[in-house]
């Protein structure tokens, strides 16, 4: 054989041997960077795995918390309904009871526990001078045509006893009246 031909495949062999190890170098260190990233990658998937339960768990929990709410909402529609209901009877009997005082024809002057006018009959504004402002007022401020009334004392007493009492008076022009 040819010692240049020898010379060259030698040569060739050499740089074929050197490309072989230079591309097995890169195979490896290719192989490691893989199974760094496949690492990595598994690491992130786990921990995807796990917020991804979290979220599961705080899902089901604000679904809890939704349901808990209707619940509360739908109690609370039952009770405002509850509620409109005895606003709107009560405002029935409020115009009643006023329709009624309207219609009296006896002087009647309604006081709270605190002897503050709280309503008052047509027949009663003539007898107290009362007018509608006055409601609110304390009882003991009213000038009647009555002469001899200690209504204070009277409604304090009553409120006090727990029963009902009469007095009778007169007004300036001799009239009986039975409180």
């Not at 309207?102 to 007018?131: C, N, Q, Y």
């Not at 401020?141 to 209504?151: A, E, F, G, I, M």
């Not at 029963?163 to 009986?176: C, E, L, V």
Request: glycine share 4%; proline share 2%.
């Amino acid at each position: 054989q040819d010692p240049v031909v020898q010379y060259d495949l030698q040569r060739e062999l050499d740089r074929l041997e050197n490309e072989l190890t230079s591309t097995k170098l890169f195979l490896q260190s290719t192989i490691e960077e893989m199974d760094s990233s496949n690492e990595e990658l598994k690491a992130a998937n786990e921990e995807i795995l796990s917020s991804n339960e979290e979220l599961q768990s705080t899902n089901e929990e604000l679904q809890t918390a939704k349901e808990e709410l209707q619940a509360s909402n739908e109690e609370l529609s039952t009770i405002n309904e509850e509620l409109n209901n005895r606003n709107t009877e009560a405002l029935r009997l409020g115009d009643d009871l006023e329709n009624l005082l309207k219609s009296v024809d006896i002087p009647i002057v309604m006081v709270g526990a605190d002897l503050r006018i709280r309503r008052f009959t047509p027949g009663a504004d003539d007898l107290f001078s009362l007018i509608g402002s006055d409601i609110g007022r304390p009882i003991g401020d009213l000038k009647s045509k009555l002469t001899d009334v200690h209504l204070e004392c009277w409604i304090s007493h009553v409120l006090q006893e727990s029963a009902t009492s009469d007095y009778d008076t007169t007004d300036r022009n001799g009239r009986w009246y039975r409180i």
